[in-house]
T-cell receptor, first 117, second 114 residues
């Protein structure tokens, strides 16, 4: 299966610790998105990359959050000094965008469930 | 603020009943519309999508959705549900622009009783 993969699938950490999640998109997909989903809510956009360039960040993404996609392939999302409010499912999605960027379908990974104690 | 509303948060149906889940969005202009499904223990999967053309779109597993531009709606339907349709359903929208970010509704949990 060559779908989107995410690691780890679960992460339990103590408040104040740093955590890093990894996303491997579908091969050759040029766009990669991060979303956050809390219980009873739909996913909320955090940030996205086109190739290695980070093109948009949500206001939800505080300065404790940083994301990278260094070679335009996999991406990492780091949360520094975690807080209990960071507990959520972190979803990654990838897509193949045409030159217009207006017709694309995002495919989601299984997510990383973060629990901050 | 731009938003997507799913009116039914929790729906319980018996097998063979018909299903309609509402979705409304608040954007003006041209949009792309999606329904995703999340089965228990699984990740989000695409059910169907609308980009342009025929406003009635058909997806996997017998689902269909109708885009009504004048009502800013994209309701999901299935004539006869099965127990295996028990899942959470999310409507999502993005605007025609160079960013593909999706705005999701809060989801509808569908429980189908055998």
């Amino acid at each position: 299966d060559t779908g989107v993969s995410q690691n780890p699938r679960h992460k339990i950490t103590k408040r104040g610790q740093n955590v890093t999640f990894r996303c491997d998109p579908i091969s050759e997909h040029n766009r990669l998105y991060w979303y956050r989903q809390t219980l009873g809510q739909g996913p909320e956009f955090l940030t996205y990359f086109q190739n290695e360039a980070q093109l948009e960040k949500s206001r939800l993404l505080s300065d404790r959050f940083s994301a990278e996609r260094p070679k335009g392939s996999f991406s990492t999302l780091e949360i520094q000094r975690t807080e209990q409010g960071d507990s959520a499912m972190y979803l990654c999605a990838s897509s193949l965008s045409d030159s217009w960027g207006d017709r694309e379908t995002q495919y989601f990974g299984p997510g990383t469930r973060l629990l901050v104690l | 603020a731009q938003s997507v509303s799913q009116h039914n948060h929790h729906v319980i149906l018996s097998e063979a009943a018909s299903l309609e889940l509402g979705c409304n969005y608040s954007y003006g202009g041209t949009v792309n519309l999606f329904w995703y499904v999340q089965y228990p223990g699984q990740h989000l999967q695409l059910l169907l999508k609308y980009f342009s053309g025929d406003p009635l779109v058909k997806g996997i597993k017998g689902f269909e959705a109708e885009f009504i531009k004048s009502k800013f709606s994209f309701n999901l339907r299935k004539p006869s549900v099965q127990w295996s349709d028990t899942a959470e359903y999310f409507c999502a929208v993005n605007r025609w622009s160079n960013t593909g970010k999706l705005i999701f509704g809060q989801g509808t949990t569908l429980q189908v009783k055998p």
